[in-house]
C-alpha cells in the first residue's frame, strides 16, 4: 500500500538528523485547562524519556497500588524523545507516593513527576487541547536560504495534515496486518482489541492520507469549495459553506480557516461538499473494497482538516560549519496532528532513533 504522498511545496533538497539525542524532540501536553485541586482523581504531570506512554501507565498504577484501568492518559507520546504529559489516577481519598517511580526504570529510561495535583473530573483520551514542540535537527547540509524561505512559507500557508508514518507502524506493519483484518470483516460482536483498533485506524488513516495527497496535486487542500465544511485553524467549530465570498477567502489565505475532509464511515458523502465528493471518491476508486469494509464496522461520524498551521512558531538557524549547521524550531499544533507532517515539508530528514531502534533488534 501506497505511503509515499505528495508534498504541497516539493520535496526539501536540504537534510538533516532528528532526533540524534532523545533531547533533540520536546513535547510538552497542553491541557486547555488547570486541575482545580479538588476531587477523586489525582492528575500527574510527568516527564519521560525513553518511555512508552502505555507502560509507564501500568508502572503508575503498580505503584500507587490500583488497577491498570485505573490510570488514564489523553494521549500517546513518542518513546524516543523527551515528552511532558499528563497522567490520571483514580484513587478517591488517597494521595500516592510516586517518588520512588525512577527506580522502576533503569537508564537510559528515565522518568521524573513534575506537578501532583487533584480534580474532580477524569482525564478521558483526547481531553487536551494542543502539543508544544521544540526540536532540533543536527547535520544540517544544503541551500540554507532556501530552508528559511520554506520555513517562512509554512509558517504561513501551513502543510497538509497527514497522518504520521507512527500511525502505520514500523515497516508499515498496521496497514499490512490492518488490511487482512478489515477484508475479513468483524468476526465477532465482542470489542476490538487494542491491537485490532490499532488496524482499522491505520486503514482509516491511510484512506484519508490517500484523499489529501490528490488534493493536495490539484489543490483542493487549501481551498473552500461551495458545500464544503469547514473549520477554524485552531478551534473545534465547523460549518457548512454555503457560498465562498471575498471574506472567506481572505480567512483562507491567512490560514484561519481550512475544509476537512470526512473520514470513511456509513455516510461519510454527508461531512462535504459534492466536488470534495466525487475528488474523494475516484481517490479511493481502486480500493473501494477496503471502504466498503470500513463502512461495515459501524465506525462513528468523524473529520480531520485537510491543512495544518502552526501555532506561534519560530526557529532559529545555527549556520555552523559547512554540513553542521543545525536547525531548532518549535511550533504548537492541536491535538492528533503530527510533528513530522510538518518537519517533511521542511527538511528531507533521517530519523536517528529509527536507525537505532533496527541496531538494537540486530543485538538481540
Known amino acids: 500500500m501506497n505511503t509515499e504522498w505528495r508534498y504541497a511545496w516539493s520535496k526539501p533538497t536540504v537534510t538533516g538528523d532528528l532526533k540524534t539525542h532523545v533531547q533533540d524532540f520536546y513535547v510538552e501536553e497542553q491541557l486547555g485547562f488547570e486541575p482545580d485541586g479538588k476531587g477523586e482523581f489525582c492528575f500527574v504531570f510527568i516527564e519521560k524519556e525513553g518511555v512508552n506512554t502505555d507502560f509507564l501507565a501500568k508502572r503508575l498504577a503498580q ?10 492518559y489523553s494521549g500517546v507520546k513518542d518513546r524516543h524523545a523527551c515528552t511532558r504529559q499528563w497522567f490520571c489516577l483514580h484513587v478517591l481519598n488517597q494521595e500516592p507516593d510516586l517518588s520512588t517511580i525512577q527506580e522502576a526504570f533503569r537508564e537510559p529510561e528515565s522518568v521524573r513527576v513534575i506537578a501532583q495535583l487533584r480534580h474532580s473530573k477524569k482525564l478521558r483520551t483526547g481531553a487536551h487541547l494542543a502539543n508544544r514542540f521544540v526540536i532540533r535537527l543536527r547535520g544540517v547540509h544544503g541551500d540554507l536560504d532556501e530552508l528559511e524561505g520554506r520555513l517562512n512559507l509554512i509558517q504561513q500557508a501551513g502543510v ?6 507512527q500511525r502505520f507502524g514500523i515497516n508499515g506493519n498496521n496497514l499490512h496486518y490492518g488490511k487482512d483484518f478489515v477484508l475479513k470483516g ?4 465482542h470489542k476490538l482489541s487494542k491491537t485490532e483498533s490499532f488496524w482499522l485506524s491505520a486503514i482509516r488513516s491511510w484512506c484519508f492520507n490517500e484523499a489529501l495527497s490528490d488534493q493536495v496535486e490539484n489543490g483542493m487542500w487549501m481551498r ?3 458545500g464544503d465544511i469547514a473549520q477554524f485553524q485552531h478551534k473545534d467549530e465547523q460549518f457548512r459553506v454555503k457560498e465562498v465570498d471575498a471574506l472567506m477567502h481572505l480567512s483562507v489565505m491567512r490560514g484561519s480557516v481550512s475544509p476537512v475532509l470526512p473520514m470513511i464511515s456509513e455516510g461519510w458523502e454527508a461531512g462535504t461538499g459534492h466536488q470534495r465528493e466525487r475528488v474523494m471518491k475516484a481517490s479511493l476508486s481502486e480500493r473501494m473494497d477496503l471502504v466498503d469494509a470500513l463502512i461495515a464496522f459501524d465506525l462513528s461520524r468523524d473529520s480531520r482538516l485537510a491543512r495544518l498551521v502552526p501555532m506561534n512558531m519560530a526557529w532559529e538557524l545555527l549556520r555552523e560549519k559547512e554540513g553542521n549547521a543545525q536547525l531548532i524550531v518549535e511550533f ?3 491535538k492528533g496532528c503530527f510533528a513530522t507532517s510538518l518537519l517533511r515539508e521542511m527538511i528531507d530528514y533521517t530519523d536517528k532513533s529509527v ?3 533496527h541496531e538494537n533488534i540486530d543485538r538481540e
Open 63 to 72: 505503584i500507587a497500588g490500583i488497577a491498570p484501568n485505573k490510570v488514564t
Open 160 to 165: 497538509p495534515n497527514y497522518y504520521g508514518p
Open 186 to 189: 468483524r468476526q465477532s460482536r
Open 224 to 226: 473552500l469549495c461551495d
Open 332 to 334: 504548537s499544533l492541536p
Open 355 to 357: 536507525e537505532k531502534y
